[in-house]
């Protein structure tokens, strides 16, 4: 397709005239039209034009004077638009569509948001709770920016020269001013420089808090809500003057119960601030559903460039027909994800490096995704869409996990009573997947958890199933492709010791797992290179413990334990809701030989009891618990559709 022509607009065009200006909506649509085909002098002529329809050509960018001042209505799907800065050349603009643009990410939308006042829908649905997040964030910004303006001015000399200080004044807010998840850093930078460049114009003397215009109130009216938060536990007769998109628990700290530091040794109970409850999995977005019953959650891996130190604080959910991705910081649903019929039962992050079709290399971040239907999801976070299906199993996945050493490689485990290894490869040029099957492992029982061997993870795997723990040689340079149970490790004598379920399985260092479920109200932990070379050529080996962790005494099953290796932490959810917390380095640095009697937990951190539907959750099972790498973080999920948020002090 050539440069556009005033025939073909109106040939295109509607209604029907021949003459540009009383255009009112133009197709222009799969026409294959490059960014540069789009003639400002042209389209400017278009004067009365409300609706333009861009989709399903090669644009990358949009000219910025174009010159539509009167465009209501703007459809960019399935482009490659890198950059959305553009659209505030169209002041009027109240829909807007740019779904399978993959370079966009959620940052931009949330700069479309920003420089649109007047939106009120993005890809078919309503806006009204992206604005809200966009006045959060711009306003804690700008505190932060003010605040360092302050700290950076008391620092200069008298005689530093007012210009060049003021040059270095944005240079350093850029740099130094962080908030929210790093997912949206390429947001949260720009308005940084945009505010600090404010602040540098005025003297320091006006900053706006937020240079959006109030909406109207149809624009702002939640029709679907991204999450419902559950309202804070507080006494019945103080009001909650809380949005219903953002209620944060306003108790001091968690109610725990533990030891403090003691003569003994004993390690103090940790301090963890009770921050966010939210009903983000609700069926039909209903504030009623508190059945959801949500099973996994996984922290995306820290990364920022040119910053070392980034915390991990962007959590991925997944229950009932949804996966969520929430930043912990600010309780932002960041993503939401459902799959009409699914229930999902697990997710696993990865990163990829991506060359996109203009050259750049890009870091993907993608979750992987799995259920009851026997399928993965491969979804770009970032961009909001899911890039892939891998149709691995023909039962419900019951739990996934990727390589911690080759990010392609993703195992999944199976009703079906299969463990496939996957190499899901790089996405393609039109950023889809193309999976592949590595390796299949058969097992006995249904397997439930999935763990790398830490020391050796292109080695062996472990897994805890229904009927036990057992261990798989994985070694890619075996000619076998389909492959048994290598060993299954028990943990007590006699002829009991062997079937018994294992639904908690993490390596807490390089050597110790915790286990548990083959001991009612106990976790195990156990040293794997110590029971791996006591194997000899034996098919059954018992495992070499090293403690016992106390734990509930329930006999309920399916509680899943985690660990925080930098931290030497367990974790371990119960039928109570409240949570387990064990100093396993603490007790492993115990002098041998370590006391029979299993160990008393570090602390129990209480359910909090939030209100929900005006009634307090007295009661909840929590039924996965994972903490980020630093401890920062504490994530809880609940069978009454609760995710629960925590942070460490």
Not at 168 to 192: H, I, K, M, N
Not at 454 to 464: E, K, V
Not at 627 to 642: E, G, R
């Amino acid at each position: 397709m050539g440069p556009l022509s005033a025939r073909l607009l109106m040939e295109r065009g509607r209604p029907k005239t021949d003459r540009l200006g009383r255009i009112r909506s133009l197709d222009l649509s799969g026409l294959k039209l490059l960014s540069e085909h789009l003639d400002p002098k042209l389209l400017s002529r278009l004067t009365q034009l409300q609706e333009l329809d861009l989709s399903n050509n090669q644009l990358e960018m949009l000219p910025a004077n174009l010159g539509l001042s009167h465009l209501r209505i703007l459809r960019c799907a399935n482009n490659q638009l890198g950059d959305v800065t553009a659209l505030c050349q169209f002041p009027q603009l109240e829909e807007l569509s740019l779904e399978g643009n993959p370079l966009l990410t959620v940052s931009d939308n949330l700069k479309a948001s920003f420089l649109l006042p007047k939106l009120r829908k993005v890809n078919g649905k309503d806006a009204s709770s992206t604005s809200s997040q966009v006045e959060n964030l711009n306003r804690e910004l700008t505190s932060r920016v003010t605040a360092h303006w302050e700290k950076f001015m008391a620092s200069l000399s008298p005689e530093e020269e007012a210009e060049k200080a003021q040059a270095d004044f944005v240079r350093s807010a850029v740099r130094d001013v962080r908030y929210g998840p790093e997912s949206l850093s390429e947001f949260t930078q720009w308005r940084v420089r945009m505010i600090s460049e404010e602040l540098v114009a005025s003297g320091g003397t006006q900053v706006h808090e937020a240079d959006i215009p109030e909406k109207s109130s149809k624009a702002t009216a939640v029709q679907e809500p991204r999450a419902r938060r559950v309202a804070s536990k507080r006494p019945d007769d103080v009001p909650l003057n809380l949005s219903p998109n953002k209620r944060v628990c306003t108790s001091p700290l968690a109610q725990v119960e533990g030891r403090s530091m003691g003569s003994d040794g004993s390690q103090p109970a940790l301090e963890l601030e009770p921050l966010y409850f939210l009903q983000c999995h609700s069926k039909n977005n209903s504030p009623q559903d508190l059945k959801t019953q949500l099973w996994a959650c996984a922290f995306e891996p820290a990364w920022e460039e040119g910053h070392t130190e980034a915390i991990s604080q962007s959590v991925a959910t997944c229950g009932g027909e949804a996966v969520c991705v929430i930043d912990c910081q600010t309780g932002i649903v960041l993503h939401k994800y459902k799959a009409p019929g699914e229930e999902f039962f697990s997710v696993a992050w990865t990163a990829l490096m991506v060359v996109t079709q203009a050259g750049h290399k890009k870091r993907w971040s993608v979750l992987a995704a799995a259920g009851l239907r026997g399928q993965v999801r491969l979804l770009h976070v970032r961009a909001g869409f899911c890039c892939g299906i891998i149709r691995a199993h023909k039962k419900a996945i019951a739990t996934l996990c990727f390589s911690p050493t080759h990010e392609t490689h993703l195992f999944t485990a199976s009703y079906d009573k299969r463990i496939i290894l996957w190499d899901i490869g790089v996405p393609k040029e039109d950023y889809t997947f193309q999976a592949s099957q590595l390796l299949t492992l058969d097992t006995t029982s249904t397997p439930l958890r999935l763990s790398p061997v830490a020391s050796c993870p292109d080695a062996y795997l472990l897994a805890g199933c229904e009927g036990g723990c057992c261990c798989w040689d994985v070694r890619l340079d075996q000619p076998q492709k389909r492959r048994v149970c290598e060993a299954e490790f028990v943990f007590s004598k006699g002829s009991e010791a062997r079937g018994q379920r294992v639904d908690g399985l993490a390596f807490v260092n390089e050597d110790v797992v915790a286990s548990k479920g083959n001991d009612l109200g106990t976790i195990c932990l156990w040293s794997w290179s110590q029971t791996w070379v006591s194997r000899g050529r034996q098919s059954t080996v018992a495992v070499v413990v090293l403690a016992r962790l106390q734990w509930s005494p329930t006999e309920l099953a399916y509680f899943s334990l985690s660990t925080c290796p930098e931290e030497g932490i367990v974790l371990c959810g119960d039928e109570e809701g409240n949570v387990w917390i064990y100093d396993v380095k603490h007790i492993l640095a115990q002098q041998p030989p370590l006391p029979a009697t299993p160990q008393a937990p570090t602390q129990i951190l209480k359910w909090p009891q939030p209100r929900a539907l005006s009634q307090p959750v007295t009661k909840t099972m929590v039924n996965t618990v994972v903490a980020n790498p630093t401890f920062t973080y504490l994530t809880a999920l609940t069978d009454s559709n609760i995710v629960a948020i925590w942070k460490r002090h």
